[in-house]
Structures are given as structure tokens and as C-alpha cells.
């Protein structure tokens, strides 16, 4: 069955490939055959990222979305969550999920026990979905107490915040300008960034 391998880490200094090794053993025990990967450094809490996008625009009716932990696909609000659910639905994907057997039913053919144990699939993912957002915002709320904690002790304090790496902004810049009708993903390439970075770019530049 074709497979789509969807691999996500939050920041830079994590590895989104880290779970490719993992993902593409369980695709060839399982006899899967693997059609694309799409991996990217973006947060979970985002819908619209564009590796994401990419694979479900290319993803065919009864092909497999694979992903390492549900938390990979989704930190997202619960209404992002219902849209990328009935995205994925109306796709015609099925979703495994590498630490999750009950979602391993789904490379298996339409049986009466593969329809009840994805009545119950579907509801596993749906707790591991609300129990990332949760984890999500209690990390968010860490940060912001803390934040406020090291004000609280020091008045004059102010967060140093992350740069802009100017001669990556520049590169990016300079591809846009020069090749407008370049996709995100081949200034990436050039530019030796995420195609993220390209995305806020891109957005900053045409707010400017």
C-alpha cells in the first residue's frame, strides 16, 4: 500500500529526520511501499505548514498518512484539529501511527473488524490529540509564569529575543527578487534554510 512519511520537530535545533530511520523500518515490516517523505521544523500547533500541505495535496484516496506519534501531526486547537481530521477524511487517507496499534488495522482491507477498531482507533486519537494540546498549553503557560517570575525579580530585565540572521535574510531576499515564480522549496535549497523561513520571509516582506 503507498505510504506517506509525515516527520515534524518544533525548532531548529531539533531533527525532524530523527524518526525517519523508525518510520521507514515499520513501513518495510509492514510491507508498505513508500511514496514520498515530507519533513519539516515547524510547530504542531500550526495548520498550515507547508510540508503538511504538500503531502496532502499529493496524497492519493486509500493511501496511508504514517507518522511517528500523534503529537507529530497535531499540537493543534481543537478547531484546527477538526479541520485537518476531516481534511485527511475527505482525502480519502488512512492514518497509522507508529506508536499506536490500534491505528496498524487501517493498512489491513476493509473487514467488519477493521470498521470496529477504527470506531476505536478513531477515539484514541482523538484523547492523544487533546492530551497534546493540553501538554502544549501547559508549556506555554510554564514559559509565561516564568517570564513573569524573572520580571517580578527583575524590573529592568528584558528578554534578548532570537536575531535575525541577516545574510540568510538577504539570500532569501535576493532568490525572491531574481526568481519570483521559484517554489518555497527550491529557495530553501539555495538559500540552505527551512522552507519555513522562506514562508515568514516571504509574509514579513509583503507586510513591509
Not at 525517519?20 to 500547533?45: C, D, H, M, P, Q
Not at 497534546?132 to 506555554?140: E, H, I, P
Not at 535576493?174 to 519570483?180: G, I
Request: charged share 30%; glycine share 4%; net charge positive.
Amino acid at each position: 500500500m503507498n505510504t506517506h512519511l509525515y516527520l515534524r520537530a518544533s525548532t531548529k535545533d531539533q531533527d525532524a529526520n530523527r524518526a525517519r530511520v523508525t518510520l521507514e523500518s515499520f513501513a518495510i515490516e509492514k510491507g508498505l511501499n513508500i511514496v514520498g517523505v515530507y519533513a519539516e521544523n515547524i510547530s504542531g500547533t500550526k495548520l498550515l505548514r507547508p510540508e503538511l500541505m504538500r503531502l496532502l495535496d499529493a496524497a492519493l484516496p486509500g493511501e496511508l498518512l504514517l507518522v511517528e506519534s500523534v503529537d507529530r501531526l497535531s499540537r493543534l486547537s481543537q478547531a484546527d484539529w477538526d479541520t485537518l481530521k476531516a481534511t485527511i477524511k475527505a482525502k480519502g487517507l488512512r492514518l497509522v501511527v507508529a506508536d499506536l496499534p490500534t491505528s496498524h488495522k487501517m493498512i489491513e482491507g476493509d473487514s467488519i473488524d477493521v470498521a470496529i477498531m477504527r470506531v476505536i482507533n478513531d477515539m484514541l486519537i482523538e484523547l492523544m490529540a487533546t492530551m497534546a494540546r493540553l501538554d502544549q498549553v501547559k508549556r506555554v503557560e510554564r514559559i509565561r509564569q516564568g517570564l513573569e517570575n524573572k520580571r517580578a525579580a527583575e524590573p529592568e530585565w528584558r528578554p534578548t529575543g532570537k536575531g535575525r540572521n541577516a545574510a540568510k535574510w538577504e539570500a532569501v531576499q535576493r532568490l525572491m527578487e531574481k526568481h519570483p515564480k521559484m517554489s518555497a522549496d527550491d529557495v530553501a535549497t539555495l538559500a540552505k534554510c527551512g522552507v519555513a523561513t522562506v514562508y515568514r520571509i516571504r509574509r514579513e516582506l509583503s507586510q513591509a
